[in-house]
């Protein structure tokens, strides 16, 4: 069997759902099976998923705004974590050593040739090297703040060689720029957790198991428009 490169969305801590994935796509011994950073936060069994990324080879990934984050706080360069990052550091204490010695160890990029993995986005006109961490894990919209995005998203004006794969941004269905795919469907959100299997250009995804975390305002206003268009088309 070929060897495939499967690129996964924002896990958040949701390791029944990956491993419902991992089933899902037939993982296989020669597969490679990248995360597109946020492996962990805001769901339950955020040491599972280290713990599956930590000693299997085949799993690798970038660093996310969560877990950029806990290595913040536990290397004493940021001062407090939100109620969900608090949490998981709670849940990861008795390991931390080797926690923080993964995370560290995540780059902010992964160069798969054609692709590209980041956690966020880039910023158009600037150089790789030249982008900055936060931006890497945080960019959403060119305008406004990451938290709260307004304005143009990065991905709609990128315009790079490579196609871009980011997370970060949870929307009902994928998204799509002329150049980036972005996969965070949001699973801790009780919605589905993507994977991409670039050989093949296919999407498999599986549904939440339950809803973790309350999604956003806009999280879900997309979701109620896209089902209201779903029963106009039905009808």
Not at 109 to 123: E, M
Not at 152 to 177: C, M, N, S
Request: proline content about 3%; glycine content about 10%.
């Amino acid at each position: 069997m070929t060897a495939r490169t499967i690129v996964i969305g924002d896990i958040h801590g949701c390791y029944e759902e990956l491993l419902a994935l991992l089933d899902k796509v037939q993982a296989g011994a020669f597969d490679r099976i990248i995360a597109v950073g946020d492996l962990i936060v805001k769901g339950e069994r955020n040491r599972e998923v280290l713990e599956l990324f930590m000693s299997d080879a085949r799993f690798s990934s970038v660093l996310g705004n969560h877990d950029r984050a806990i290595l913040r706080y536990w290397r004493g360069k940021k001062k407090k974590l939100n109620e969900q990052q608090h949490a998981c550091h709670v849940e990861l204490e008795s390991g931390r050593e080797r926690y923080e010695s993964y995370l560290a160890s995540l780059p902010l990029t992964l160069d798969l040739g054609a692709h590209l993995v980041v956690h966020a986005g880039l910023r158009p006109g600037v150089a790789l090297e030249d982008q900055s961490a936060k931006d890497l894990t945080e960019l959403r919209s060119l305008e406004g703040k990451a938290k709260t995005p307004k304005g143009t998203p990065w991905y709609e004006v990128y315009d790079g060689a490579q196609t871009i794969l980011f997370g970060h941004w949870p929307h009902p269905v994928v998204r799509r720029g002329k150049h980036a795919i972005g996969l965070d469907t949001g699973c801790v959100y009780g919605y589905e957790l993507t994977a991409y299997i670039i050989e093949t250009g296919e999407f498999v995804q599986v549904k939440a198991a339950r809803r973790y975390d309350v999604p956003g305002k806009r999280l879900r206003k997309a979701k109620k428009r896209l089902a209201e268009e779903g029963m106009r088309d039905e009808g």
